[in-house]
């Protein structure tokens, strides 16, 4: 059988038309689908801005189908589900980012991250642990070990909460050293409960060491001696706290009046708590200088100048209350109507019910948020 060369020729053009017209098909629909899905995904991101998250879902499950392989699309999704506490549909399309071969360590990471913050969302602490533990040594350490922290927390694991800020504090992270105190502080407390003296001194020396300058350890050492009966020793450390922190001091200071007598050490203890209250006028360091020096005229001529000079309410209901409240001077009354009037000041006020804005006038029209007739007619205190 002889060939004709001639029909070879007229095949070739042909083929080539066909083949040409095959590809711009493709190229067409491969461009209308890559058209249609950022359309698709600003729907629903405009949706999503404007509060309408049951329309935003259905625009990203579409985006979604147009587009399988974006792995943005997903997180997106994911994100959204979570939001709107649909905490299984969220884990699906994380576990579904997980479970696909193509994903770059990345994206894979942080899908993990966004599968443990499901976990987490939804109180499964146990699985969120083992998904925040899955990044150690990844981009998102740092965020593991700060989710691993407030998760240990929540579950009070003291221990192991301590350990993972250390490994934070370590690693450059800040500085963890008051926390660090207090979760030995609770270890503390745990063994004492537990009537395990030796674990819980053991665990207050592990908190001051690790916050020198943290009151709570010094609080409880102190509190623990003063049961013990070692009032010397409860004035040892509360000297301390004294000095370093005395603001906290006023927490203590009437257990320290009281062991300072127990040990019989009242007189050398008063002009220490004169000298702090001097400098640091509270009630509660009049309250223990009282304890320690009983005499009614010193008292009350403390509680007066204690309101001349901070008039609160606590201090006039103290004066109020001493033996001869009775018989007040002009001086008393006066002070007692400063710190009333001092007191009731904040209540003559109107709050907004929309948004809390205080004022001393009436508004028709909020200044804060702008609602109308959003003030009650009445002062907060008539509410």
């Not at 905490?87 to 360590?105: G, K, Q, S, T």
């Amino acid at each position: 059988m002889v060939f004709d060369l001639q029909w070879l020729l007229l095949g070739l053009p042909l083929t080539f038309a066909f083949g040409w017209l095959a590809s711009r098909f493709d190229v067409r629909q491969w461009k209308r689908e890559q058209k249609d899905s950022p359309k698709a995904y600003y729907k629903g991101l405009n949706l999503l801005l404007n509060e309408q998250h049951d329309k935003a879902i259905d625009a990203f499950i579409e985006a979604v189908q147009q587009d399988p392989d974006t792995s943005d699309l997903h997180f997106a999704l994911g994100n959204l589900f979570r939001r709107r506490g649909e905490y299984e549909r969220a884990v699906r399309v994380h576990e579904h980012l997980l479970n696909r071969a193509d994903l770059p360590r990345s994206e894979r990471d942080r899908a993990q991250y966004a599968l443990a913050q499901d976990f987490m969302k939804a109180g499964l602490l146990d699985r969120a642990e083992s998904a925040y533990r899955a990044l150690d040594g990844t981009a998102f350490d740092t965020e593991a070990r700060l989710a691993l922290l407030t998760l240990h927390e929540r579950s009070r694991d003291w221990r192991a909460a301590a350990g993972v800020a250390q490994k934070l504090e370590q690693r450059g992270t800040g500085s963890f050293a008051s926390r660090i105190a207090h979760y030995w502080c609770e270890i503390a407390l745990d063994a004492d409960a537990r009537h395990q003296s030796e674990e819980a001194e053991a665990a207050l020396r592990r908190a001051r060491a690790a916050g020198p300058q943290s009151a709570r350890p010094l609080v409880l050492a102190g509190q623990r001696a003063a049961r013990r009966g070692a009032h010397a020793e409860v004035l040892q450390l509360w000297g301390v706290l004294m000095v370093a922190n005395p603001i906290a001091f006023n927490l203590v200071v009437r257990e320290y009046a009281a062991s300072a007598l127990a040990c019989g050490e009242g007189q050398s203890a008063l002009p220490r708590l004169l000298e702090r209250y001097g400098q640091m006028p509270t009630l509660d360091l009049l309250e223990a200088i009282a304890l320690l020096d009983p005499s009614p005229v010193h008292r009350r001529e403390r509680l007066l100048a204690q309101l001349h000079s901070h008039p609160t309410l606590s201090a006039a209901q103290a004066l109020l209350t001493q033996p001869d409240s009775a018989a007040l001077g002009a001086l008393e009354t006066k002070a007692l109507r400063d710190a009333i009037s001092r007191a009731a000041l904040p209540l003559h006020r109107y709050r907004c019910a929309a948004c809390g804005f205080e004022a001393q006038h009436y508004f028709w029209q909020c200044p804060g948020c702008l609602s109308w007739d959003s003030y009650p007619p009445q002062r907060m205190e008539d509410l």
